[in-house]
């Protein structure tokens, strides 16, 4: 499966971005979907996943990003609102296209088998 991520840009502290993954196939069928970012000299960080309509956020985005899914377009995306100097990185967007990761498993960037090709956000004034 082929991700495409778009949207990321240059926005002011407290400002919003929304981000869009799109996949190359139906997101029916797939388990989980989620946003990764990473930071200059970080390590990949979750974001939030979703599958079956629930979303899940790490600590750090909770309150302030939404993230949701349209299995009509094969598009997840990410509503990033609030957004602070410290989640400038570049965000990536991920799928479990077999749909065999557990929730146990679905923070962990490891078990997905596709990813899109990143797009840069940057908080800034």
């Known amino acids: 499966v082929q991700l495409q991520a778009s949207g990321g840009g240059t926005v002011q502290p407290g400002g919003s971005l929304r981000l869009s993954c799109t996949a190359s196939e139906r997101t029916f069928s797939m388990g989980f979907m989620a946003w990764f970012r990473q930071a200059p000299g970080k390590e990949r960080e979750f974001v939030g996943h979703?599958?079956?309509?629930?979303?899940v956020y790490a600590d750090s985005v909770k309150g302030r990003f939404t993230i949701s899914r349209d299995n009509s377009k094969n598009t997840m995306y990410l509503q990033m609102n609030s957004l602070k100097p410290e989640d400038t990185a570049v965000y990536y967007c991920?799928?479990?296209?077999?749909?065999?990761?557990?929730?146990?498993?679905?923070?962990?960037?490891?078990?997905?088998?596709?990813w899109g090709q990143g797009t840069q956000v940057t908080v800034s004034s």
């Open positions: 979703i599958r079956r309509g629930i979303p």
């Open positions: 991920s799928a479990d296209s077999r749909s065999r990761l557990i929730l146990s498993s679905a923070r962990n960037a490891k078990e997905y088998d596709s």
